[in-house]
């Protein structure tokens, strides 16, 4: 079984600036992956970042980075140079080889100009 | 288009009618899967098929819930005598692999009136 814990219902950030959003989780699986998702008011969830659990390097994707720490069972986003854009509900998911992802209960970003 | 594809984007039932909701995935992705979203929660997990193959269930609430794909590609998610509390968006997702990112769509939001 698998459990996400986002403690931040909403964020805000000026334009411009960095933001990090956090994320636990609890999985009893020893190979897992890891994944934020971005999901604007059209609905639909785009895939922002995702970490193997296997690698120690922290995952990067231009502006979007994540400090995985295993041990801690932390996983948490940081947005570099934020803009309106970025707005939006950010999910944290677990996801091992049973396939299935488990969400948190999301981050509300607001980005203010 | 090049994405997963979900009809219709929004559906009004009355309490106790049928309904059917359609997933058109990404031309060769083997794995779909569907999820439910209540409102102002992260998804959570209802089936997946690996090709026509419907290899987990173990997420659909009840058994008015019921998904095929029969072709392995198109996949409809019927839920039968609606109930209130079956209002959510419902999403789906597919993958070229159980172990790869899914693509979500648009999502289908359900009220019951």
């Known amino acids: 079984a698998q459990t996400v814990t986002q403690s931040q219902p909403e964020m805000s950030v000026q334009e411009a600036e960095t933001v990090t959003l956090s994320c636990t989780y609890d999985t009893s699986e020893s190979d897992y992956y890891l994944f934020w998702y971005k999901q604007p008011p059209s609905r639909q969830m785009i895939l922002v970042i995702r970490q193997e659990a296997y690698k120690q390097q922290n995952a990067t994707e231009n502006r979007f980075s994540v400090n995985f720490q295993k041990a801690a069972k932390s996983f948490s986003l940081k947005i570099s140079d934020s803009q309106l854009g970025d707005a939006a509900m950010y999910f944290c998911?677990?996801?091992?080889?049973?396939?299935?992802?488990?969400f948190g209960k999301g981050t509300k970003l607001s980005v203010i100009p | 288009g090049a994405g997963v594809s979900q009809s219709p984007r929004y559906k009004v039932a009355k309490r106790g009618q049928d309904v059917a909701l359609r997933c058109d995935p990404i031309s060769g992705h083997v794995s779909l899967f569907w999820y439910q979203q209540a409102l102002g929660q992260g998804p959570e997990f209802l089936t997946y098929f690996q090709n026509e193959a419907q290899l987990d269930k173990s997420g659909l609430p009840s058994d008015r819930f019921f998904a095929e794909r029969p072709e392995g590609s198109v996949s409809t998610l019927k839920i039968q005598r609606t109930q209130q509390e079956d209002s959510a968006v419902y999403l789906c997702a597919s993958s070229l692999a159980s172990n790869q990112p899914q693509h979500f769509g648009d999502g289908t939001r359900l009220s019951i009136l």
């Open positions: 998911a677990s996801g091992a080889g049973s396939y299935q992802l488990t």
